[in-house]
Nanobody, 125 residues
């Protein structure tokens, strides 16, 4: 059974930083893209960013580009989301995702086959 387990969420002041982690188990994702989505209260789920299986390529939403960085450690089957210069509008539940097929620059939720349970990030003003 495949599981994605996020950690690292919490409360931070605007301008601060947080690092989310997502540990995968049940299968290896070293050849598959992994990434992050988020959902704020009353809003639709939103693409944040994705990273290719090798880690060589990343793709971000315009809203986080230059502030967020995705990385991965395939030896640990783990993907990370480093969030800097956080804004109140970044407040959301953040979900880790993974694809079962190739390719990485996918931005739709339906393009990802595995989802974590989510971790809350709250940015206070």
């Amino acid at each position: 059974q495949v599981q994605l387990v996020e950690s690292g969420g919490g409360l931070v002041q605007a301008g601060g930083s947080l690092r989310l982690s997502c540990a995968a188990s049940g299968r290896t994702f070293s050849s598959n893209a992994m990434g992050w989505f988020r959902q704020a209260p009353g809003k639709e789920r939103e693409f944040v960013g994705t990273i290719s299986g090798s880690g060589a390529n990343t793709y971000y939403a315009d809203s986080v580009k230059g502030r967020f960085t995705i990385s991965r450690d395939n030896a640990k089957n783990t993907v990370y989301l480093q969030m800097n210069s956080l804004k109140p509008e970044d407040t959301a539940i953040y979900y880790c995702v993974a694809r079962s097929m190739g390719g990485y620059a996918y931005t739709r939720a339906v393009d990802y086959d595995y989802w974590g349970q989510g971790t809350q990030v709250t940015v206070s003003s």
